[in-house]
């Protein structure tokens, strides 16, 4: 069974830190670019951050870059997004997804994680 788990959401104060995981089971990981989204509330989901399943190349969504940073273990079939420096609209319910090796779209998601930033 295909599935991504995520884990390590919670309330944090703004300027604080939270690294979420996600575990990936009953897929080819290590050939699979993987992202983290999020949806805050009344809005789209948006891209946050991704990485590439061989070279592990990253890249990120403006309004993050420079305070988040993505992470893969192959080994464990993994994926972490650290979070630091974390802001009020950084609030949102994130999620963890896969990319399809054919299409290149994201097409296998986490049940999402809640990350709450208090002003």
């Known amino acids: 069974q295909v599935q991504l788990v995520e884990s390590g959401g919670g309330l944090v104060q703004a300027g604080g830190a939270l690294r979420l995981s996600c575990a990936a089971s009953?897929?080819?990981?290590?050939?699979?670019?993987m992202g983290w989204f999020r949806q805050a509330l009344g809005k789209e989901r948006e891209f946050v951050a991704g990485?590439?399943?061989?070279?592990?190349?990253?890249r990120y969504a403006a309004s993050v870059k420079g305070r988040f940073t993505i992470s893969r273990d192959n080994a464990k079939n993994t994926v972490a997004l650290q979070m630091n420096s974390l802001k009020p609209e950084d609030t949102a319910v994130y999620y963890c997804?896969?990319?399809?090796?054919?299409?290149?779209?994201?097409?296998?998601w986490g049940q999402g994680t809640q990350v709450t930033v208090s002003s």
């Open positions: 009953g897929l080819t990981f290590s050939r699979r670019a």
């Open positions: 997804a896969a990319q399809s090796l054919v299409s290149g779209n994201y097409n296998i």
């Open positions: 990485i590439t399943g061989s070279s592990g190349s990253t």
